[in-house]
């Protein structure tokens, strides 16, 4: 039994000296890697539906943001959140619209109730886009 025991310790202390530790900001890294974790990048990467307040405070502190109205031409020329651009998700082109989009700089995109646009975040992150904020409620909510 105690040789067991010792069995069981011996190859519990092999499998933790050869797994990878985990570093606070979710990356993994071996203990034979030459590139520090702390040397690393974080990006601030993150395609989701926010708050009204999320969205309002992400616009006025990120003069780069993309914002874009996923809405008719018709609802967009009825009222539109002031800097928006209009790409209709209804439109045939709408994929390749988006795709004259910097793919870089944060997007903002909203419709009317939250509807187009939750459709429309999924095509934005399959194009590549890496950081989307969709507006929860859509214009309706603003």
């Given at each position: 039994?105690?040789?067991?025991?010792?069995?069981?310790?011996?190859?519990?202390?092999?499998?933790?000296?050869?797994?990878?530790?985990?570093?606070?900001?979710?990356?993994?890294?071996?203990?034979?890697?030459?590139?520090?974790?702390?040397?690393?990048?974080?990006?601030?990467?993150?395609?989701?539906?926010?708050?009204?307040?999320?969205?309002?405070?992400?616009?006025?502190?990120?003069?780069?943001?993309?914002?874009?109205?996923?809405?008719?031409?018709?609802?967009?020329?009825?009222?539109?959140?002031?800097?928006?651009?209009?790409?209709?998700?209804?439109?045939?082109?709408?994929?390749?619209?988006?795709?004259?989009?910097?793919?870089?700089?944060?997007?903002?995109?909203?419709?009317?109730?939250?509807?187009?646009?939750?459709?429309?975040?999924?095509?934005?992150?399959?194009?590549?886009?890496?950081?989307?904020?969709?507006?929860?409620?859509?214009y309706l909510n603003w």
């Amino acid at each position: 039994m105690k040789t067991i025991f010792i069995g069981l310790l011996a190859s519990a202390f092999v499998l933790m000296s050869c797994a990878q530790t985990e570093s606070t900001n979710g990356q993994t890294s071996s203990s034979n890697d030459t590139h520090p974790v702390e040397n690393q990048v974080e990006t601030s990467a993150e395609v989701k539906r926010v708050t009204k307040a999320e969205f309002k405070t992400f616009l006025a502190e990120n003069a780069n943001a993309q914002l874009i109205d996923v809405r008719t031409p018709g609802e967009f020329g009825s009222g539109a959140i002031e800097g928006a651009e209009n790409i209709d998700y209804n439109d045939a082109n709408f994929e390749s619209n988006i795709n004259n989009l910097d793919k870089n700089a944060p997007v903002l995109i909203y419709c009317r109730s939250g509807n187009r646009s939750s459709k429309a975040l999924k095509i934005f992150e399959a194009n590549g886009f890496t950081h989307v904020l969709e507006l929860e409620g859509g214009y309706l909510n603003w």
